[in-house]
């Protein structure tokens, strides 16, 4: 259109008004000025030498890279806005991660976002940082937001560290209000002994604290120093072999894996500190603050973890006042909070711990009563700790409800209990053994950590007594011995495991709370016939299974043991009853026989390069036929009750102030004597 009107009307100046130079010009070379005047004019001069042609070529030429011109600045703008907006979409997703709330979206940087599909996870891009995209593709305008990207979440992630950090700091002064004296003579910091139902108070310092720290230390004596040495040459092998998996093998030079959670270790923790080993705790201290990590896919057993994880968690925190094992304490304890996810509210037995899903054995939907009736004091005492009522209400709901159950004998319970019905299953069969046990133990001591006031338990526990007395002890041949055997359908045998042997230390501190005289008497019956499980046999170790003789014969003895139950997996529960005894009755002959049973683990299962093992065969003093483990128990309990035993000191984990849970974790009476 222009260049024809241009031909039509001829006019110079009129070509010379309509002409963009100006513009072109303006833009060129910013503005003019008289100086250049000149050389407009002797432009124009040529212009006007061109031939007509030439100057509708010329014109056609700008005209076309001018229209061109407009035509890319529109789509530039378009693709402006959409980057633009992009941007801003993403900086609105990013801001939404879970993950990221604790960090303040208002103090960090704004982002600037290079590639959508990373931003939303900004860990991985951390653990791992993908290689740039700005490499291989894309316009090198974004290319070189890329590495500004991750330098961006590298600052939002240390930014959440630093708010978490100031978090924790905080935690850590609001807990650690007090002092904490090293080994036994503890201060706690939590010895406000409040029941869960009320919120956590500020720590206050009791007043019999303040007497036992005036008091003069209690010299170790030489049998407590031959404890320390075996526990010192059992965690050589597991630090030299085994340093942070489940269990050592020793003869292997190995390890083995139950859950992957470093279980003898922090099973371990509250002997080291008992026995005064502080380096040996700093070191596990240590790896429990940068390596015990419980966001694992993995199944573990709700009761083995409770009372050996979360409990030795517990109560390595009343001991050492450190806040991190409450953390550590509260993490497990919520992870374990699915596994109560059941129709009856009787917990599964397993729980995936990283998942957060919870199942029953696969080839049944029941739960071993020992198992969920032996978890109340850990969770109990982590509601009291942590004021929340979650923990305390799960485990108390399962005692309540076991209490109404019918299918009982005098109050002994069977071995099993349905998740789906809540009904007791397999009726019939009761023992003080494996898979009932606990239950027993945690009915007196669960009375006892809350202050002796919860009468159903007592109940429970004084019923199921007389039931023990009733159906289930008998008298053996030829030195009568009294032991506790098992009642299937009507038929006794005397059959005892030696997990029956945590029952004359329990019977005893029973009667040293106030229950029955007859209990004691029973207790030290018991403990008798525990020491002759030991004695009676060619290595001085128990097996984990006896048969007593009921009947005289000649040349018998009143223990028998068959081939398949004459391993010895270096338990606890002989030596615990002994530590019991000793504390109530002063009587020595305890401590004599606790140091007869030291010396035979020590003759049969020392592994001189490390560790001790668990046996195959007590009946040969030759060849006890090593079965090359070492369970987190003989340092968690046994170890830690020979030291106990040995002492004579009352107030190194003085009864009247603490219980112990089934695996020999401390934990505080809420009402002290
Ligand atoms: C430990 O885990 C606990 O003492 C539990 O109550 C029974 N079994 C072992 C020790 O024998």
């Known amino acids: 259109m222009y260049s024809g009107a241009a031909a039509a009307a001829g006019p110079p100046r009129r070509d010379f008004i309509s002409v963009t130079l100006g513009p072109e010009e303006a833009v060129g070379v910013g503005g003019y000025n008289n100086s250049k005047a000149w050389r407009r004019r002797s432009c124009w001069r040529k212009w006007k030498q061109l031939s007509r042609l030439q100057r509708s070529v010329i014109l056609f030429l700008f005209a076309f890279l001018a229209v061109c011109g407009v035509i890319s600045y529109t789509s530039m703008g378009e693709a402006w806005k959409s980057i633009t907006n992009k941007s801003l979409d993403e900086q609105r997703t990013e801001q939404e991660i879970p993950g990221l709330k604790l960090a303040n979206p208002a103090v960090l940087p704004a982002p600037q976002k290079a590639d959508a599909n990373h931003g939303d996870y900004p860990e991985l891009s951390l653990q791992k940082p993908?290689?740039?995209?700005?490499?291989?593709?894309?316009?090198?305008?974004?290319?070189?937001?890329?590495?500004?990207?991750?330098?961006?979440?590298?600052?939002?992630?240390?930014?959440?560290?630093?708010?978490?950090?100031?978090?924790?700091?905080?935690?850590?002064?609001?807990?650690?209000?007090?002092?904490?004296?090293?080994?036994g003579a503890v201060i706690e910091p939590d010895q406000s002994t409040e029941p869960p139902s009320s919120k956590i108070k500020e720590p206050e310092k009791p007043s019999s604290v303040e007497a036992e720290d005036q008091k003069e230390p209690v010299p170790i004596n030489e049998r407590q120093l031959a404890v320390i040495e075996a526990f010192r040459h059992a965690w050589k092998g597991y630090k030299d072999f085994a340093w942070g998996h489940d269990e050592l093998k020793p003869l292997s030079k190995s390890y083995s894996e139950w859950f992957g959670l470093g279980l003898t270790l922090i099973d371990a923790l509250d002997t080291m500190w008992i026995l005064g080993l502080k380096e040996e705790f700093e070191e596990a201290r240590k790896w429990v603050a940068n390596d015990l990590v419980f966001d694992k896919n993995v199944d573990v057993n709700l009761f083995e973890s409770t009372i050996r994880i979360l409990g030795g968690l517990l109560s390595t925190y009343h001991l050492s006042g450190d806040s991190l094992f409450l953390e550590k304490a509260k993490d497990i304890g919520n992870r374990l909070m699915p596994a109560f996810k059941t129709p009856s509210k009787i917990p599964y037995s397993d729980v995936n711990i990283g998942r957060g899903t919870a199942h029953p054995p696969r080839w049944t939907s029941d739960s071993t009563v020992a198992e969920v009736t032996s978890i109340q004091l850990e969770f109990r005492e982590l509601s009291r700790l942590t004021g929340d009522e979650k923990f305390q209400k799960a485990v108390d709901e399962v005692m309540k409800h076991v209490h109404t159950l019918s299918g009982k004998n005098d109050g002994l319970v069977p071995m099993f209990i349905n998740t789906n019905s809540g009904q007791f299953t397999h009726l019939g069969v009761y023992t003080l053994g494996a898979r009932a046990d606990s239950y027993y133990e945690y009915l007196l001591k669960q009375w006892i950590q809350g202050g002796k006031k919860e009468n159903e338990l007592l109940e429970d526990y004084t019923?199921?007594?007389?039931?023990?007395?009733?159906?289930?002890?008998?008298?053996?041949?030829?030195?009568?011995?009294?032991?506790?055997?098992?009642?299937?359908?009507?038929?006794?045998?005397?059959?005892?495991?030696?997990?029956?042997?945590?029952l004359p230390g329990t019977l005893a501190l029973g009667a040293h709370n106030g229950l029955a005289a007859d209990h004691m008497k029973l207790a030290e019956a018991l403990i008798e016939t525990c020491y002759q499980m030991y004695a009676q046999v060619e290595t001085g170790l128990s097996p984990e299974i006896v048969h007593f003789n009921l009947h005289a014969q000649k040349g018998h003895k009143d223990v028998e043991i068959k081939p398949a139950d004459r391993h010895n997996l270096l338990r606890p529960e002989t030596v615990e009853s002994l530590f019991y005894m000793y504390r109530f009755t002063g009587d020595k002959k305890y401590q004599?026989?606790?140091?007869?049973?030291?010396?035979?683990?020590?003759?049969?299962?020392r592994v001189p390069t490390g560790g001790y093992t668990s046996i195959n065969n007590v009946q040969n003093p030759s060849n006890p036929e090593p079965r090359d483990k070492m369970e987190s128990f003989f340092l968690g309990e046994t170890l830690k009750y020979m030291f106990l035993l040995f002492s004579d000191d009352i107030d190194l984990i003085n009864l009247d102030k603490y219980v112990f849970n089934t695996e020999a974790h401390p934990l505080p009476i809420w009402v002290p004597a």
């Not at 939002?156 to 935690?171: F, G, M, Q, S």
């Not at 609001?174 to 904490?180: A, G, L, V």
């Not at 004599?592 to 003759?603: P, S």
């Open 130 to 183: 993908p290689k740039p995209p700005h490499v291989r593709r894309g316009p090198s305008n974004l290319q070189i937001k890329a590495p500004r990207r991750d330098m961006r979440l590298k600052i939002r992630h240390d930014t959440i560290r630093a708010v978490e950090e100031l978090v924790e700091a905080d935690k850590v002064e609001k807990t650690e209000k007090s002092i904490i004296s090293w080994r």
């Open 463 to 502: 019923k199921a007594i007389e039931g023990v007395k009733k159906h289930l002890l008998q008298r053996s041949e030829p030195k009568k011995l009294t032991f506790v055997g098992e009642l299937a359908h009507g038929h006794f045998s005397a059959k005892m495991d030696h997990l029956v042997c945590f």
């Open 592 to 605: 004599d026989w606790g140091w007869e049973i030291l010396q035979n683990f020590n003759r049969y299962t």
